[in-house]
């Protein structure tokens, strides 16, 4: 190997050895049951994969709008008018993923020494993309009901906070926030005049209640959702936001500065998505969650996961969540350990888009350690 080259001081706070761990043992595992994967086991609708393939033969394969295509901005801001009533709906930026969204957020909005707020157990990727901003995250602790406690949130908004980061249905822990929950919130955020990422790109997965979004109840929201988890397209790229239009606009400038823009053939697809309904797969992962929580609500006191595909689980016998993955993969079955999503080390991530059979397996291996 040639000489280590000086990497930038930005790249010095991001850390990936928890997650790298489990791949390395995972690794020497032939054919494990696993349960690690944080997307959905079923496959783009084939609507949208014949309005990919129509859009690349018709030629449709060069750079489009940084913004993204009319037709698609149009049909996310009718899908907007219709879920909220906005008789003129803010400006959209399709981006490339969610993942993509997030980033040119926080860069467009975050000084150094800004502090953003996370809910722990959050998304891995907030916490990496506050720091790369040069922010830092404030964790907000959401143990053990994985709620959203707004006197908790309120005790942790200081002046130099910037962002409020919500997620829900939230990965890893599967909470879905009450309207209850956001409206205290989104009055905490008034009164601070703090700006409220709200990234909802579970918001297909709700088993007990409708849906409640944080846009429709606090105007200052940067609302952000996608294709990857509702329509399976994770390695199409495709997201969008929506919120205040000096922030759009910014962001908006970034990507074409970055990205250029998200995937042609990927926004021609994602039209044909929104139209597709996915209720049967929703079913059959609510179906799934109840397995889950029907077999680990007993024995591990697993709080009931309302939405996305996650149940975050108390690693039992008093063990860390660390050493109870580890026993755990030594058992063929891969799930992660709670420390790559939170400063606790107590619970672990267990995903169940996968095949009844395998959850099936997998629950039985859990019980049997337990
Ligand atoms: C909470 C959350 N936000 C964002 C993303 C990224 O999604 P995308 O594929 O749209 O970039 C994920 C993916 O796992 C996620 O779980």
Redesign the pocket.
């Known amino acids: 190997m040639s000489h280590e080259f000086p990497i930038a001081d930005r790249m010095r706070l991001l850390d990936a050895s928890g997650i790298r761990k489990v791949f390395d043992l995972a690794a020497k595992l032939d054919d494990p049951i696993n349960l690690s994967i ?2 959905p086991d079923f496959d783009v609708p084939p609507a949208a994969l014949e309005q990919a393939i129509a859009a690349m033969r018709a030629g449709n394969n060069k750079y489009t709008q940084t913004q993204g295509t009319r037709e698609l901005r149009e049909a996310i801001q009718a899908l907007l008018a219709d879920e909220f009533g906005w008789s003129d709906p803010p400006p959209v930026l399709v981006t ?7 980033l040119l957020a926080m860069l467009v909005l975050l000084n150094p020494g800004d502090e953003v707020i996370l809910l722990d157990p959050y ?1 891995v ?1 907030y916490r990496h993309l506050a720091h790369l901003a040069g922010a830092t995250p404030v964790y907000v602790d959401t143990y053990p009901d994985f709620r959203p406690h707004p006197e908790r949130i309120a005790a942790a908004i200081t002046p130099r906070t910037r962002l409020l980061l919500l ?1 829900s249905p ?2 890893p822990t599967g909470a879905v926030y009450t309207r209850e929950e956001l409206e205290a919130i989104a009055e905490l955020a008034r009164a601070h005049d703090l700006l409220v990422v709200s ?1 909802e ?2 918001d297909a997965f709700c088993y007990d209640e409708p849906f409640v979004s944080m846009a429709g109840l606090y105007e200052n929201t940067l609302l ?1 959702r ?4 509702a329509y399976a ?2 390695g199409w ?3 969008w936001c929506t919120g205040p239009t000096n922030v759009i606009e910014k962001m908006t400038m970034l990507q074409q500065y970055s990205f250029v823009c998200a995937p042609s053939m990927a926004q021609a697809a994602g039209l044909a998505a929104l139209k597709t309904d996915v209720s049967a797969h929703v079913a059959d992962y609510h179906r799934k969650r109840d397995m889950v929580a029907d077999a680990l609500g007993g024995t591990f006191g697993l709080v009931r996961p309302g939405g ?1 595909f996650y149940a975050f689980v108390p690693a039992p016998n008093g063990k860390t969540a660390t050493e109870f993955v580890t026993e755990v993969i030594a058992n063929n079955l891969l799930v992660i350990p709670g420390n790559v999503f939170s400063n606790a080390d107590t619970h672990f991530r267990l995903s169940y888009a996968t095949t009844d059979e395998k959850l099936t397996e997998g629950l039985e291996v859990l019980k049997k350690l337990a």
């Not at 490339?96 to 997030?102: K, Q």
């Not at 996608?226 to 988890?229: L, N, V």
């Open positions: 944080g997307q490339s993923g969610v993942s993509g969204a997030l998304f990727m997620n939230c990965n990234d790109i579970y952000m996608g294709f990857s988890k397209m994770t790229r495709l997201g996305a």
